[in-house]
């Protein structure tokens, strides 16, 4: 596609339930990160793909985190047993592959706003 | 891991005026300098990045700036206008780790 897509933009669940968010990249794009951003706050790195591989998952904040990228294109944020701590807009990235190449640029998506009730 | 500074956390200045941002880096290791502009409830999208082997780059009316030394890059916008009102952040990547680090934040108002 034409930009980095996540849907819903817009997800209310109740504290305890599971949710999953979606990301579909640019086309083409190896890279692909997920943010979380409070409000207030820069971007929070939380894990970074290169392919289907997670390379980096350093930032999820805990084992109720969990994120997959089976096929190297669509990638799954999964949130178990949800708490109102984790309300904040999650946001996706892609870019070419980056580590060493000029291509460290990021392209976001608009975010999955997530409220915790 | 990384920390990134920013100051300051608002800044308000006349159309038509410069305006600074500045931020500060822990990790020497650190080779990316990435800004990033966020209007209200949209993406963040990169404006301008600067690399460890360069001390200045500019884009029209916008440069940043890298002292390694210090540990300290810098946003200067010229020539302010009213669309350049957002949430600036800077951020930081090191050479083997793939996040970027972002500091919290400059919000930025033009005032006409």
């Known amino acids: 596609g034409a930009g980095v897509s996540q849907t819903p933009s817009n997800k209310v669940t109740e504290k305890g339930k599971y949710v999953e968010l979606r990301c579909d990249p640019i086309?083409?794009?190896?890279?692909l990160y997920w943010y979380r951003q409070s409000l207030g706050q820069g971007p929070e790195f939380l894990i970074y793909?290169?392919?289907?591989?997670?390379?980096?998952d350093s930032g999820l904040p805990n084992d109720r985190f969990f994120a997959v990228r089976p096929e190297g294109s669509v990638s799954t944020l999964k949130i178990q047993r949800t708490e109102r701590g984790d309300s904040a807009v999650y946001l996706c990235?892609?870019?070419?592959?980056?580590?060493?190449?000029?291509?460290?640029?990021?392209?976001f998506g608009s975010g999955t706003r997530l409220t915790v009730v | 891991g990384e920390n990134v500074e920013q100051h300051p956390s608002t800044l308000s200045v006349q159309e038509g005026d410069s305006a600074v941002i500045k931020c500060t880096y822990s990790?020497?290791?650190?080779?990316?300098f990435p800004w990033y502009k966020q209007e209200l409830g949209k993406r963040p999208q990169l404006i301008i990045d600067?690399?460890?082997?360069?001390g200045e780059k500019k884009d029209q009316r916008i440069a940043v700036t890298l002292n390694k030394t210090a540990k300290h890059f810098s946003l200067h916008i010229t020539e302010t206008q009213p669309e350049d009102s957002a949430v600036y952040f800077c951020?930081?990547?090191?050479?083997?780790?793939?996040?970027?680090?972002f500091g919290k934040g400059t919000h930025l108002i033009i005032q006409p």
């Open positions: 990235a892609s870019s070419l592959h980056p580590r060493d190449s000029l291509g460290y640029g990021y392209t």
């Open positions: 086309s083409g794009h190896t890279a």
């Open positions: 793909f290169q392919g289907t591989g997670a390379a980096d």
């Open positions: 990790d020497s290791a650190s080779n990316y």
């Open positions: 600067i690399r460890s082997n360069v």
């Open positions: 951020a930081a990547s090191t050479r083997g780790a793939d996040g970027l680090t």
